[in-house]
């Protein structure tokens, strides 16, 4: 112990307080008294020394290094050392001695951990109110028009702040809430992105782009923000409506949950009323108003999601999502993607790969198809050779190659069932085997055999090796509707899939076949067959922190999670 305690340069008669604090007055008193080595320890270093005294004659040998106190160390090299280590074992650094207590005080430290941990980069003492640009002032839904003697109130007191209190009642307090969310709004579902955002936390609802421009950028609006008013106090703000900040709450509710509450709804109203209030959500949300929409029934869903939607603008409650792990065999980068679902509008998908099956899982929805359903499902191992542009026009003849893998697939579920478990399985597939096609049984349906070239159909490994990762002509047949006519004219490769149809409410859910259409490493399409219509995806290009899976397990069972609420 007295070993231990001369290296920190602190003992028993030095303030070592963990020692004292556990012995009385008595105690201490005498342990004051005592030397500082325990006697069987002196006795080792006396006869060290009458040792190295005897050899001196003999040979003047290296002399033992001098003892070094990591006390004794400039304070400038502390901060150093201390500003390497995780905040998290910082506070119990503090705990060894009043120097370190002391040292432990220096911004300088603090400044580094939150730049490193949460990514700030702000000087405090430079963050006033003339350096916020016009973007800041916007993001943080700081109201402009109001004087500049209440304008300085709204912001936080950053010349009496320290990074030290940023760090431990801010970033360190909610650090559970970082990441990607899915907002409990029934069947609508949604995306939320909270992030440190210079020195505030900032929940970010993200949006679609109008319909149908889904290779537009996404839109995203702050929902609350938590920052520091007052030195050692996070002030939790809801940023809903068009007044401006107000009070709001946040709680978590357990692991991987939490809600937000608004404590003034009244400012999320507006003078004009509901009327009001619809067309300023119409143009935000669709960027139209309700006379430029002549489709009824598409008005109808509109109306309907602005008051089933309403109902939530004064509590929500948030689930983790992650984004899905990714494998050099994938076909494409798994991630989020935005899609055309006809007069719903577009809705963000995930795209995730599974062995030899990939599945595309809303994360917004809708009252047909809610969110956290899988909207598409592709078969990786039955590739599909499309006819040639003037055989493609014909509808028919899709909808006759479609079928025919269709029941090819269902004899070669059969077939799965009937033969006895052997405990082999299918694997993840190569890049080779995706590039030139998985081998399909030799039986195959009898109008296979009069096939002739340019005709189309399911793909074997014989057939046309080196085309499948080539770009290829691509048209909609005659009759399939599309959102978006500006769809690739090219694809590379084509997968029998199924897709999820359902009546209102959920109703009479089943899936039906379709094609699966990559177009390039951000960009798929899919048909669906029963439906004659073509939804386009394209990748949301954003970087997400804090969203990634701690394992696959993990992300499985997220999966499960968002769709067994909806089920």
């Not at 703000?237 to 608004?262: A, L, W």
């Not at 669709?286 to 430029?292: A, C, H, I, N, V």
Request: one cysteine or more; charged letters at 25%.
């Amino acid at each position: 112990m007295a070993v231990c305690a001369r290296l920190c340069g602190v003992g028993p008669s030095r303030g070592c307080r963990r020692r004292q604090q556990r012995r009385g007055p008595a105690e201490t008193a005498a342990a004051d008294s005592e030397p500082d080595t325990d006697p069987e320890e002196e006795c080792i270093e006396a006869g060290a020394a009458v040792l190295c005294g005897a050899e001196g004659g003999r040979s003047a040998g290296p002399s033992p290094p001098p003892r070094c106190s990591l006390l004794e160390l400039p304070p400038e090299l502390l901060v150093e050392i201390f500003a390497s280590l995780p905040g998290t074992d910082l506070p119990s650094l503090a705990q060894v001695c009043t120097k370190f207590r002391r040292i432990l005080h220096t911004d300088t430290i603090w400044r580094r951990r939150c730049r490193e941990e949460y990514g700030v980069c702000e000087n405090l003492r430079k963050l006033e109110i003339t350096g916020v640009s016009c973007r800041d002032v916007y993001a943080k839904r700081i109201n402009p028009r109001v004087k500049s003697g209440r304008f300085m109130k709204i912001l936080p007191d950053y010349e009496h702040m320290e990074y030290r209190d940023v760090y431990t009642c801010l970033f360190h307090r909610y650090r559970h809430i970082l990441g990607l969310w899915q907002p409990d709004i029934g069947p609508y579902g949604g995306l939320l992105n909270v992030v440190v955002d210079g020195l505030f936390i900032i929940g970010w609802m993200y949006l679609p782009p109008h319909d149908p421009h889904v290779d537009d950028p996404m839109r995203f609006k702050p929902l609350f923000r938590i920052h520091l008013m007052e030195r050692k106090s996070a002030t939790v703000e809801c940023m809903y409506g068009h007044r401006g900040p107000h009070n709001g709450h946040i709680q978590i509710v357990k692991k991987d949950e939490f809600s937000t509450k608004c404590n003034q709804t009244d400012h999320h109203r507006m003078s004009g009323g509901r009327q009001e209030e619809f067309r300023t959500w119409l143009r935000e949300e669709w960027g139209r108003t309700l006379e430029d929409i002549f489709h009824e029934h598409m008005q109808e869903l509109i109306l309907m999601k602005f008051i089933y939607t309403s109902q939530y603008d004064n509590c929500l409650t948030y689930r983790r999502i992650y984004l899905p792990p990714s494998h050099p065999d994938d076909l494409i980068r798994p991630g989020l993607f935005k899609g055309t679902y006809g007069s719903h509008g577009l809705e963000i998908i995930m795209l995730s790969f599974h062995g030899k099956r990939a599945r595309a899982t809303k994360i917004t929805g809708d009252p047909n198809i809610p969110a956290g359903q899988q909207t598409v499902e592709i078969d990786l191992m039955h590739r599909i050779q499309l006819p040639d542009v003037e055989n493609l026009r014909n509808f028919n003849e899709l909808s006759r190659i479609v079928l025919e893998v269709r029941e090819q697939v269902r004899l070669e579920q059969q077939q799965e069932e009937d033969r006895p478990e052997d405990g082999e399985g299918h694997g993840r597939q190569s890049p080779q085997e995706l590039q030139h096609g998985p081998a399909q049984p030799s039986a195959g349906p009898p109008a296979e055999k009069g096939r002739e070239p340019g005709d189309g159909g399911a793909v074997s490994a014989e057939e046309q090796p080196g085309q499948c990762g080539q770009g290829q002509p691509f048209l909609l047949p005659a009759g399939v509707s599309s959102r978006n006519e500006d769809y690739p004219r090219t694809y590379r490769m084509c997968f029998y899939g199924t897709g999820l149809i359902a009546g209102h409410g959920f109703t009479s859910p089943e899936r039906t076949p379709g094609v699966f259409i990559l177009f390039d490493k951000d960009r798929f399409g899919f048909i669906w067959l029963e439906l004659k219509s073509f939804s386009l995806y394209s990748r949301v290009q954003a970087t997400f922190r804090n969203a990634d899976a701690p394992s696959p397990q993990a992300f499985e069972e997220m999966l499960k999670n968002i769709q067994s609420l909806t089920s």
